[in-house]
């Protein structure tokens, strides 16, 4: 190694110093373009939109004049497909994750099951809208429904609550589960009455992150062949539907300014929503970490 | 005063025989069906995807499909070169990247070296959301925000172009590359950073040549989710990039991605067994094959190469 000059040290240093602070701006300039860009969109969405949103937009079925146009069967579209693809992604994902942290332990299923559900949760959304469209539209016919969007759906936010599940069950300490074994309790009973109460908020948080993703999916459903004009509430788990989602985006594909404005009205409701529900994880999360962290 | 005392019925009591083991073993097999599903849906996949795709390749010849340039099914002239597609699919993916992945990595190092706790704990939720905005969203955004804006700089652009959609979608990216990143660079520990301020270094210095190295098998991975996560977007392109497949490397012009060409199927009216109806399956198995790859070497790359300090 080479001993340099003192002065030439100096210069290094500053030079060094310097290069410092212009990395530190530059780190600091990406986080600042990141939240701009979020405030930007937000911003925007509301010049354009809020003035859009009224009782009824909220209340009227889409029509060919902006004007009249609301997302009244969207809105509903989008609350039934949901549920659906909420109570059949818990139940499923539960007893997935239920399966593959307490009875599998580390047997080779469960590693493959694993790896898959890894991969699955990789799987482009619209390639699950062409499965629903063969498995649910035409193998077992139930048509372009609620049912089969809600299916679809459940399919593509399965991995979600599988992970939330597991790491929630996971997290329950081994103890409770010995306590109760020493009492003579089965394995089920154990899961029952230890497991499930106890990482139920971890799983609650995992089913709602999975629900705001359903809720906000428009490629798998048009793939699926949901509709993109609806003048009528789907009144059974058969009928036909669009949803949100989707209404905003044929809104947005159509020139006229004043269907641009119902879609930035629509975006807003759809990201109220969307707001609602993950504050409520974010809430229920900070709850069970306090349980036993705190 | 003696208390009655009620002995538990011990051995193969009434409580623990086969009243007790046959729920158990049923719930047991109910739970494993389930997981089995999740197996299921993967071999779903392939199944619907390949039995329509061979139907397909029945009629169009593979080599045809994987060297041909142009794409026009829908025509009345049709050809089958699904590279005009994947050229789209490729354009937006790096562009969206060349986006993402700088500010993805220095807000993931600002968030990991640089921001005090407090800063970090409220800047890191923030950004995540970014990543859960609908994507209908962002391609709103892209066609009416800052598609108007890149024509106002040039008269050159189209309304439809990748250039809008890739810059949006590299935002829509971004928390997903700086999120897994960070989480990476966090668990560089922190005695390997000591040393190197130790030795003198400044934090640039510490930032780039001691936490990234050690960090770069996560930094690695999150960057290929990213590429296979920019792949398999599709509102956004359908919605702001055009429908008008092009095998073509400029940003300026209408292109169409492999999704975007799903999607515009799927809205039509083409009959199912028609070959426009099948060759959605084939350019879907195609995705469904490059984002495989593309999630299965982000998870070799982390098993691979991750530096162990325990």
Redesign the interface.
């Given at each position: 190694m080479s001993v340099i000059s003192q002065s030439e040290f100096q210069r290094r240093r500053a030079r060094r110093k310097w290069m410092g602070r212009a990395f530190f701006g530059l780190c600091l300039l990406s986080v600042t373009i990141a939240l701009g860009m979020l405030a930007l969109l937000l911003v925007y969405l509301l010049i354009q939109g809020a003035t859009g949103i009224d009782w009824s937009f909220l209340t009227s079925f889409a029509s060919r004049h902006p004007d009249k146009a609301g997302i009244k069967a969207a809105m509903l579209g989008s609350i039934y497909v949901v549920i659906v693809a909420g109570v059949v992604s818990f139940t499923l994902g539960v007893a997935t994750a239920l399966y593959l942290e307490e009875y599998a332990g580390r047997s080779k299923f469960a590693k493959i099951a694993k790896i898959n559900i890894a991969n699955l949760a990789g799987v482009p959304s619209i390639v699950y809208g062409i499965l629903g469209l063969q498995i649910f539209v035409h193998s077992l016919h139930l048509g372009k429904s609620v049912l089969a969007g809600g299916f679809t759906l459940a399919l593509l936010v399965l991995p979600i609550v599988i992970v939330a599940a597991g790491e929630a069950v996971r997290a329950v300490p081994p103890s409770l589960r010995e306590g109760s074994y020493a009492l003579g309790a089965t394995r089920w009973q154990v899961i029952w009455h230890m497991v499930i109460p106890q990482a139920f908020p971890g799983i609650l948080t995992g089913v709602i992150l999975a629900v705001s993703r359903a809720i906000g999916e428009t490629a798998p459903l048009i793939a699926m062949g949901a509709l993109t004009f609806v003048p009528f509430t789907p009144d059974s788990p058969l009928s036909r539907f669009t949803v949100l989602p989707i209404q905003i985006f044929n809104w947005t594909s159509r020139p006229q300014a004043g269907f641009q404005e119902a879609a930035a009205a629509g975006i807003i409701v759809l990201l109220v929503i969307l707001l609602v529900m993950n504050a409520g994880a974010v809430i229920l999360r900070n709850r069970f970490q306090n349980k036993w962290e705190g | 005063m003696a208390r009655d005392v009620v002995s538990?019925p011990l051995g193969r009591g009434s409580r623990s025989g086969w009243k007790?083991k046959l729920?158990?073993q049923a719930?047991?097999v109910?739970?494993?069906l389930?997981?089995?599903?999740?197996?299921l849906?993967?071999v779903?996949?392939v199944a619907?995807?390949l039995f329509?795709a061979i139907t397909f390749f029945a009629d169009v010849s593979l080599w045809e499909f994987i060297t041909g340039t142009r794409w026009t099914p829908l025509f009345s002239s049709k050809q089958f070169g699904v590279l005009a597609l994947v050229a789209g699919t490729t354009l937006t993916a790096v562009l969206a990247m060349a986006v993402a992945l700088?500010?993805?990595l220095?807000?993931a190092?600002?968030?990991s070296e640089?921001a005090p706790d407090g800063i970090r704990r409220l800047?890191k939720?923030?950004?995540e959301?970014?990543a859960?905005?609908?994507?209908?969203?962002?391609?709103?955004?892209a066609?009416?925000?800052v598609t108007p804006i890149l024509r106002g700089i040039s008269g050159d652009i189209a309304v439809f172009n990748a250039l809008s959609a890739s810059i949006v979608m590299g935002?829509m990216i971004?928390?997903m590359v700086?999120s897994l990143s960070e989480d990476a660079m966090r668990s560089v520990p922190r005695n390997l950073r000591e040393a190197a301020y130790a030795l003198g270094s400044?934090?640039?210095?510490v930032?780039?040549l001691v936490v990234v190295p050690a960090a770069l098998s996560g930094i690695m991975s999150a960057f290929i989710?990213a590429v296979?996560?920019a792949?398999?977007?599709?509102?956004i392109v359908?919605?702001a990039a055009g429908q008008n497949p092009s095998f073509t490397l400029n940003p300026f012009i209408p292109i169409e991605t492999m999704?975007a060409y799903?999607?515009q199927v799927?809205?039509g009216d083409a009959p199912?067994g028609s070959i426009e109806f099948k060759t959605?399956?084939a350019v879907?198995l195609l995705?469904?094959v490059i984002?495989?790859v593309?999630?299965?070497l982000s998870?070799y790359v982390v098993s691979r190469f991750r530096e162990e300090y325990e």
């Open positions: - | 538990p007790r729920p158990e719930i047991a109910v739970l494993f389930s997981s089995s599903l999740s197996i849906i993967t779903g996949i619907v995807l329509e700088p500010l993805g220095l807000s190092i600002y968030l640089y800047v939720p923030i950004l959301v970014l859960g905005i609908p994507t209908v969203v962002y391609g709103y955004f066609l009416l925000f935002i971004l928390p700086s400044t934090k640039l210095e930032s780039t989710l296979s996560r792949i398999g977007e599709t509102m359908t919605i999704t799903i999607v799927s809205q199912a959605i399956f879907a995705l469904f984002t495989l593309m999630n299965l998870q």
